[in-house]
């Protein structure tokens, strides 16, 4: 099993200490490193930062939103960072929530799989180069069939490396997952439990069995996002980790859109998620994140002393997961390369 550090995105003001913890976990023998955007920093311009700091790290997007770029701009953005990496990029996509969607970037939420799918084949259509990129729509047409009527189908102008970047997806719904393995290269679930990976395996198995499936169980990445907190005192390591949980919960999107929401009651919490999503939406906040439960944060994440977690990752070194992409600073980093690598 592989290690990635998730850098994220940017808060109030970027992080100052990146370029020298890439140095650091590219040398502790870390695979790859992985930005996001969200309603602040991009996620694409960074890399192209960061990746001059370092020489053999895979650079990639975790998650650059479909909505935030038409597929063709996007599929710019990666051939360009391909080239800039020499071959070491991964693009990452999802396609958010309906708050962001439509709320930042005034696009409609609708139909996210399919969109999906006509997304990814446009960005593959414009990296193969083989003739004029063209799509009969509806959500994306190419050439567009209104306006002055002059469009025409065009070719990118730089040759793409080939094979070009691998393309990752996050999902978090049965059909979206489904969808991830028999279009992409790789799945990005942000809340993975390893305890209950069979469910997950099923929702991928009938995604490889499509006719024309991209990939199959052999060479399909899933790269789970993994909290991590490390305390000789596990309820005070959980404590940690309730606020993000009690967030993508209870306020990462409407009552009849939480796609986290959704997540943990398939994993079996559907009363207490309920109970902190109320809390939370009731703006009862400090309310929501107690009523966390340390089972939640245990399901998704690793907490306790070093040598719990030791313990736990058995799970995950048992899982179909095969890269962990941890967020922290350098010490975390180096505990957890001394444990997983």
Not at 215 to 226: H, Q, T
Not at 286 to 299: P, R, S
């Amino acid at each position: 099993m592989k290690l990635g550090w998730h850098i994220g995105y940017w808060g109030a003001t970027p992080r100052r200490d990146v370029r020298e913890t890439l140095a650091a976990v590219e040398a502790l023998g870390f695979d790859s490193a992985w930005t996001s955007e969200a309603y602040g920093s991009d996620a694409l311009t960074p890399l192209a930062w960061y990746g001059s700091a370092t020489t053999r790290l895979r650079l990639g997007t975790s998650i650059a939103q479909m909505s935030a770029r038409t597929p063709t701009a996007m599929a710019m953005a990666a051939m360009t960072l391909d080239h800039l990496t020499e071959g070491r990029f991964a693009l990452g996509l999802g396609v958010s929530g309906p708050q962001i969607v439509e709320g930042w970037y005034g696009a409609p939420f609708p139909r996210p799989l399919a969109r999906t799918r006509e997304y990814v084949d446009i960005v593959r259509q414009t990296l193969a180069r083989d003739q004029p990129v063209a799509s009969a729509g509806p959500h994306y047409p190419l050439p567009h069939p209104g306006g002055a009527g002059l469009g025409k189908p065009l070719r990118l102008i730089t040759h793409p490396r080939q094979p070009g970047p691998p393309i990752l997806l996050a999902a978090e719904g049965p059909r979206n997952v489904e969808l991830v393995a028999e279009i992409g290269d790789g799945w990005l679930p942000i809340l993975f439990s390893p305890r209950q990976a069979a469910d997950a395996l099923a929702e991928l198995s009938r995604g490889w069995s499509k006719p024309g499936a991209r990939r199959s169980a052999e060479d399909f990445e899933i790269l789970p996002m993994v909290s991590v907190s490390i305390d000789d005192d596990i309820e005070a390591a959980a404590d940690r980790l309730r606020p993000a949980l009690a967030l993508y919960v209870g306020g990462m999107g409407a009552k009849s859109a939480n796609f986290h929401f959704e997540k943990f009651c398939r994993l079996g919490y559907e009363r207490e998620a309920t109970r902190v999503q109320e809390l939370f939406l009731g703006g009862h906040q400090e309310e929501a994140i107690a009523a966390v439960t340390t089972a939640m944060v245990e399901e998704v994440s690793l907490i306790g002393p070093k040598e719990k977690i030791r313990d736990d990752l058995e799970a995950w070194e048992e899982s179909p997961a095969t890269t962990l992409l941890i967020a922290g600073d350098l010490p975390l980093l180096r505990t957890m390369a001394e444990l997983v690598l």
